[in-house]
């Protein structure tokens, strides 16, 4: 089975930072949680055929908040497709970027009618941060280049690791959303970051992370308004009077 790639590298364009906006004193995170645990037949979304991985972290993010926190919803192959086309007009197959994408489900929405509320970046260099923002989140977008090894891996069942020697065979755009360390049986797995990418759930290691992440993102949801965790651990005021300020517009989640 082909596996494919699609994500292009940051943009590094302005944004606003997920560490700007949690509360002073939030309620400390687990040393481990996993939010995917509850979900299983996870989709390919035609990422076997296309390089839209992105428009699938967006399918499979949608479908974690919407179960999570409010009515199930995951959205289908066609509607990964139509998003995908937004930057692959005319039936292009070049990939998308990340924080374009973003951008995109904030100013029209998806596919599916939801609008995303906004959105900001995680320091993916400190693990703190990015626990903290997958227990207030349910999980955080990442990009990653991805190595023959971990296809290899992938194909093993066996947790994505770093191999220095190994030549990355492109970028790709996954949804973690668990941290700790998993040893489900079967398959026997192992690591330190859980995540869903090509239908199938595995886990990263840290050296893994810590070499071939390249960004991390956290979106708001309409879900996420109700979460006790999103409401305790984030300062949504400040978010507001800055989503304001860098796009001139009134967040979209109302007052």
Not at 119 to 130: G, I, L, S
Request: net charge negative.
């Amino acid at each position: 089975m082909a596996l494919m790639y699609g994500c292009k590298p940051p943009k590094n364009a302005p944004s606003l930072k997920f560490r700007d906006y949690r509360l002073e004193n939030p309620p400390a995170h687990p040393a481990a949680c996993d939010y995917l645990a509850a979900l299983s037949d996870w989709q390919m979304l035609g990422n076997d055929s296309k390089g839209d991985c992105v428009a699938v972290t967006w399918a499979n993010t949608r479908r974690l908040v919407s179960t999570t926190l409010g009515t199930p919803s995951y959205p289908n192959l066609s509607q990964v497709l139509t998003f995908y086309a937004t930057q692959n007009p005319n039936g292009s197959d070049n990939g998308m970027d990340i924080q374009t994408a973003l951008e995109d489900l904030v100013a029209n929405g998806g596919p599916d009618g939801v609008k995303a509320l906004g959105f900001a970046a995680v320091d993916y260099t400190n693990p703190e941060e990015v626990k903290a923002a997958i227990n207030i989140f349910g999980s955080v977008w990442t990009g990653v280049n991805v190595t023959a090894t971990n296809q290899s891996e992938f194909g093993a069942s066996q947790p994505w690791d770093y191999d220095p020697t190994s030549p990355v065979e492109g970028g790709h755009s996954i949804i973690t959303g668990g941290y700790g360390t998993f040893k489900p049986t079967p398959p026997q797995l192992a690591g330190d970051e859980k995540f869903i990418t090509w239908a199938q759930e595995t886990s990263f290691t840290d050296a893994f992370w810590s070499n071939q992440v390249t960004q991390t993102w956290v979106v708001i949801w309409p879900e996420h308004l109700g979460s006790k965790e999103f409401v305790a651990g984030m300062n949504l005021t400040a978010f507001k009077a800055d989503y304001q300020e860098i796009t001139g517009a009134t967040f979209p989640g109302g007052s």
